[in-house]
């Protein structure tokens, strides 16, 4: 399913945020961008109703590919953003060394 979620960006000059909408609920990852280098994902929020979904994954999927298309590395300090990564090997290119 996660490649099915369709997912917005919404970017600031400081910050930002993808949003997953899906059935009427709003599933979101926040982060704030540090220089033109990095991002630090601070917050994914999904409500009850679509966890076990994919939903939190397809959105971290999401800041992952994009980083990359943008030579961005990322910064996980949201729990949820860091174990994501950290389960997936190919994700971890991105991250802030």
Same mark, same amino acid.
């Given at each position: 399913?996660? *490649? =099915?979620?369709? @997912?917005?960006?919404?970017? /600031?000059?400081?910050?930002g945020?993808?949003?997953?909408? #899906? ?12 220089? *033109? =280098?990095?991002? @630090?994902?601070?917050?994914? /929020? ?8 994919g #939903? ?15 030579g ?23 991250l802030?060394?």
């Open positions: 399913m996660t *490649d =099915t979620i369709e @997912i917005t960006r919404e970017e /600031g000059e400081t910050k945020r993808y949003v997953a909408r #899906v059935d009427g609920h709003e599933a979101e990852m926040t982060y704030s961008r540090l220089g *033109d =280098t990095s991002i @630090i994902i601070d917050h994914t /929020g999904v409500p009850d109703a679509l966890r076990g979904q #939903v939190g994954e397809a959105l971290v999927k999401r800041g992952v590919n994009d980083a990359r298309a943008e961005r590395t990322i910064i996980p300090l949201c729990p949820f953003a860091k174990a994501q990564i950290a389960r997936h090997p190919d994700w971890q290119d991105v802030k060394r």
